[in-house]
């Protein structure tokens, strides 16, 4: 059957016609003579219309259009009725204020540069004014808008790429957002296309302007559960105050992975929905690679109450929310807090037009170009209203149903009537009861967050080193302390590093102002996101994860005095070093595991042999090896440089290599000057032999150098230079244009 015959809008023969162009529209682009969607010109007018005059009656129009899709059935939702006559109505007036209920909401993750600033801005200013919450989305956040109550983002997510986790953007957060999948498009990691990383991208992303940037699927540190754990453990202590989100992409076996995370101590799950995204990403196999947030929800909040950790967790919900009904059935299911993203958009001027990767965007919504962002249109005051617009809607249906609160309403799945629709051919012989409202629970069981999780802050290693450090977290004057440690201590000094980020800002304290020696073998995640002013030096060795989204600070690592072992032949710290590393300085005299600065942005580190997969996706900063490497080095790698001792170009990503893309080359004068400097200051810090023996014998050992350097990285660097050198603006037009001609974008 032809594509319009199997929509039931035209039956045409089913013989194939070679010479006949494919029908328009699909699920992504609406078109006229297309498939249905939810958002289409009418319901995107009504809801531009009702958001900018201020237009209640006109808000309701636009739901009803959306709520009202039975005869579509375009989401499960639609099949759904609520049981409105089982308690007796209340007054309007009775229920918990419009002020009250949009507390509950946030605006979903937009990643920096993937939206104009314009339009993030815009939604960060509505959600600070009402009291809800922005989600910065990945890329970090401009210094100038981090500090300002006003435009700032309360959530600040941490997603696979790391792009701009420093230690002060996430001690200026409300919450911490965990980014495990991606909503819209599960699995896939996102990317930012050459012709969106201008400068003002790439500086606050540690990136290269006209490069593009990956996100890779995986957290290179999560690889299990416990994993998780460590990644929460660490950035409760990187801001203790904040609440940890762990963000799920509804999927079958979502129940299973959320009490997984309750227990690992994440305050806040996150239930995504399949369905998500503008279409900020180039299309692939984005869609149905998870479920509708109905079904990843109900497992969720079933799963969570049969384990009896319900009450310490809140549930989130976000995915194609544009109703208050939307918001009404995410909390029968569970959800105590509610995300919109494309909604808020649409609000904000953005049409639909899902070309958002080519930095085309005709409203200046999904661009960083600046003749197109002067298009935007959209204002605080808009966004303001649909939210509060969604609040009068929830209010309605809570009176409605014989409700005074959100609150009272969580988890009571019973309300709703699951098989309305069932006459439907799409919901033929479906039957969602059993799934949606699951075991009979008892009256007594919490059906929503009723306290904290317990992270033992108070027992932190970093709460002695906080007493001893205060004469520099006050005043400060420098400070020496030396202390024992064990491999039960993680995280040692991320606690400390809030403190001294919290008092002093993204430049820390002066170089050495905290100086830390620790004797014994240190547990996961030493150092992470230590900001300038501490130095850590460790004698013995480390556990995975040192130096994670160093911020600044100076880590350096050295066997135990009196050691007999040669340091270059053996390992002293584990795998995933330096992960996500924004700036500072690593000296670490032995060897390590695998993942060596994956994604480093900015921090410089020398170390003695690395194990498979370094320098992955890294975009900036300077690695010295001063020993063999593993297999795969410098896979996604497009920035920085590498300086590697007896390099086996066999071991480079063959990928790259071949493609031009990474560059193998002897070092010049300038090169030499710097890495000798670095091997100099290795020597100091960790007394390393072998560093020791290559100084020694430094004509002849630093031909055996070779520089690895992303071909794109080296050319718009060389550029950026001469057009400062000829008095040009390097952020200009003109660079510009000609970056973009260099690098294909």
């Not at 929509?7 to 003579?33: K, M, N, P």
């Amino acid at each position: 059957m032809s594509r319009r015959g199997a929509t039931g809008i035209h039956h045409r023969s089913t013989v194939a016609r070679a010479h006949e162009r494919l029908w328009t529209g699909g699920e992504y682009q609406w078109r006229r003579d297309g498939s249905p969607h939810l958002f289409n010109p009418e319901t995107v007018f009504k809801l531009q219309h009702a958001t900018r005059e201020r237009r209640y009656d006109i808000f309701r129009e636009y739901t009803k259009m959306v709520d009202d899709q039975a005869a579509e059935l375009k989401t499960l939702r639609g099949m759904f009725t609520l049981r409105t006559g089982t308690r007796k109505p209340v007054p309007l007036d009775e229920v918990e204020p419009v002020s009250a209920i949009v507390k509950r909401f946030s605006t979903g993750a937009m990643s920096y540069g993937s939206i104009s600033k314009e339009a993030h801005e815009t939604l960060a200013i509505a959600m600070n004014r009402l009291g809800g919450k922005s989600n910065t989305g990945e890329g970090g956040e401009d210094t100038d808008r981090l500090l300002d109550p006003e435009r700032r983002s309360a959530i600040k997510q941490v997603a696979s790429g790391r792009f701009g986790v420093t230690s002060l953007y996430l001690t200026e957060a409300d919450d911490i957002q965990i980014k495990l999948a991606q909503g819209a498009k599960p699995g896939e990691g996102g990317q930012l296309p050459p012709q969106k990383v201008y400068p003002w991208v790439a500086r606050t992303r540690g990136g290269t302007p006209g490069v593009g940037l990956i996100s890779p699927p995986p957290h290179h540190d999560i690889y299990s559960i416990e994993d998780l754990k460590q990644l929460i453990f660490d950035l409760k202590r990187a801001n203790p105050e904040a609440r940890i989100h762990t963000k799920l992409v509804s999927q079958s076996g979502i129940g299973a992975v959320s009490a997984g995370v309750a227990k690992a101590l994440s305050d806040v799950i996150l239930v995504s929905g399949h369905d998500g995204g503008t279409g900020a990403s180039p299309m692939n196999s984005l869609k149905h690679a998870g479920t509708p947030w109905e079904l990843g929800l109900a497992e969720t909040q079933q799963t969570l109450m049969l384990n009896g950790m319900r009450d310490r967790v809140v549930v989130q919900v976000d995915g194609q929310l544009k109703t208050g009904r939307d918001v009404i059935i995410g909390a029968l299911l569970g959800a105590e807090e509610f995300g919109f993203a494309t909604a808020p958009l649409v609000v904000s001027g953005c049409i639909m037009m899902r070309v958002c990767h080519l930095d085309t965007c005709p409203v200046g919504v999904a661009t960083q170009n600046p003749v197109l962002r002067e298009r935007f249109t959209g204002k605080p005051e808009f966004v303001v209203n649909f939210m509060e617009f969604i609040a009068e809607e929830v209010r309605e249906i809570l009176a409605e149903l014989g409700f005074r609160s959100i609150d009272e309403i969580v988890g009571r799945a019973e309300l709703i009537e699951a098989n309305a629709a069932l006459q439907h051919w799409k919901a033929e012989g479906l039957d969602l009861s059993p799934v949606l409202e699951g075991p009979a629970f008892p009256a007594s069981e919490p059906r929503r967050s009723r306290r904290t999780q317990d992270h033992e802050l108070e027992k932190h290693f970093d709460v002695q080193l906080i007493d001893i450090a205060k004469p520099a977290l006050l005043n400060g004057e420098p400070v020496v302390v030396e202390l024992p440690i064990a491999n039960t201590e993680r995280a040692v000094g991320t606690m400390l590093g809030h403190q001294v980020t919290s008092r002093h800002g993204a430049a820390g304290l002066p170089s050495g102002t905290i100086d830390v020696t620790l004797h014994g073998t240190a547990g996961q995640s030493l150092g992470a996101f230590l900001p300038s002013g501490i130095v850590l030096r460790l004698e013995g060795d480390a556990n995975d994860y040192v130096g994670k989204g160093l911020s600044g600070g100076d880590i350096s690592i050295r066997p135990a005095r009196g050691s007999a072992i040669a340091p270059h032949e053996n390992v002293i710290a584990g795998n995933v070093i330096g992960y996500g590393a924004t700036s500072g300085t690593m000296f670490l005299s032995g060897v390590v595991g695998e993942r060596f600065l994956v994604r480093n942005s900015g921090a410089t580190a020398v170390v003695e042999g690395v194990g498979d997969h370094a320098l992955e996706y890294m975009t900036g900063g300077v690695a010295v090896i001063l020993g063999s490497t593993g297999r795969n080095l410098g896979a996604g790698m497009s920035g920085g440089v590498a300086y590697i001792h007896s390099l086996d170009s066999a071991k480079i990503n063959a990928q790259s290599l071949g493609s031009g893309e990474l560059r193998l080359e002897p070092l010049d004068r300038a090169d030499l000057e710097v890495l000798r400097s670095l091997i100099v200051a290795h020597v100091e810090r960790t007394a390393s032999p072998l560093g020791s023996d290559i100084l020694a014998r430094f004509d002849e050992t630093a031909g055996q150098f070779t520089k690895v350097l992303p071909r794109d990285y080296a050319a718009v660097r060389s550029m950026r230079e001469e057009a400062v050198a000829e008095g040009i603006d390097p952020d200009g037009d003109i660079v510009w244009n000609r970056i973009l001609e260099v690098t294909g974008g």
